[in-house]
């Protein structure tokens, strides 16, 4: 079983959507971090949470650290979002989630 | 400018070959990361560097070693290539090690590795 575990693997969406990416993990961590990496295979940290609620434009990201929980949450979803989205913590060492692949349809 | 770069951008090599794939950051981060990313996209930490002195060294072949001629630079170097090596690899920087203070990582471009 894997230290991360993100849901679903696969999701597709029609513009204007609200998506919601959900992350759990197992282990003790210090932080918790969202990827997006492009179809051209390119990474980008989205956020990284060690406690409550980020906002960045249609990006949301919450974790409760009591339930081992996190959500990444995009309001408003445009095409230009498909991409796949990864969960990863860091704590003594670093446990990535398979990740999320998302298409949003025009 | 570019704040994480790797050259090449993409390799491809013969079985048993030694390459190098080079990394440089120009935030001036304390830490930085190398990263194998597999066929089914599963990401992966490999190594990981702290003002040039090894951190993490996960389970990874001794074919592989990291080097680290300043705390700017990471380079891979890959010993005897073999077919299960191809990947994409990616390096990373952060202001501090993740692992103890959660810091955000900038991720390079990533390094596509074909070993025929």
């Known amino acids: 079983k894997n230290e991360v575990e993100q849901s679903p693997q696969n999701l597709t969406a029609q513009e204007g959507e609200f998506i919601t990416i959900n992350c759990s993990y197992s282990?003790?961590?210090?932080?918790l971090h969202w990827l997006q990496q492009h179809p051209g295979g390119g990474i980008v940290s989205l956020f990284m949470?060690?406690?409550g609620k980020k906002k960045h434009g249609r990006l949301i990201a919450t974790i409760n650290i009591q339930e081992k929980h996190s959500s990444l949450h995009i309001t408003a979803s445009h095409p230009r979002d498909s991409a796949v989205y990864i969960c990863?913590?860091?704590?003594?060492?670093?446990?990535f989630g398979t990740g999320t692949s998302l298409t949003v349809i025009p | 400018d570019t704040a994480v770069s790797q050259t090449p951008k993409y390799l491809v090599t013969q079985m048993g070959n030694d390459k190098s794939i080079k990394c440089e950051q120009n935030?001036?981060?304390?830490?930085m990361y190398w990263y194998k990313q597999d066929s089914k996209k599963f990401l992966k930490i490999m190594f990981s560097?702290?003002?040039?002195?090894?951190?993490i060294n996960e389970t990874v072949p001794n074919r592989f070693s990291p080097k680290s001629p300043d705390k700017a630079h990471l380079n891979l170097h890959i010993n005897s290539l073999e077919l299960g090596d191809s990947a994409v690899y990616f390096c990373?920087?952060?202001?501090?090690?993740?692992?103890?203070?959660?810091?955000?990582?900038?991720f390079g471009p990533g390094t596509r590795l074909l070993v025929l």
């Open positions: 990373a920087s952060s202001p501090f090690e993740t692992s103890s203070r959660g810091e955000t990582q900038y």
């Open positions: 282990v003790g961590i210090s932080a």
């Open positions: 949470l060690s406690s």
């Open positions: 990863a913590v860091t704590g003594n060492q670093f446990y």
């Open positions: 935030l001036g981060h304390d830490t």
């Open positions: 560097y702290n003002n040039k002195e090894l951190i």
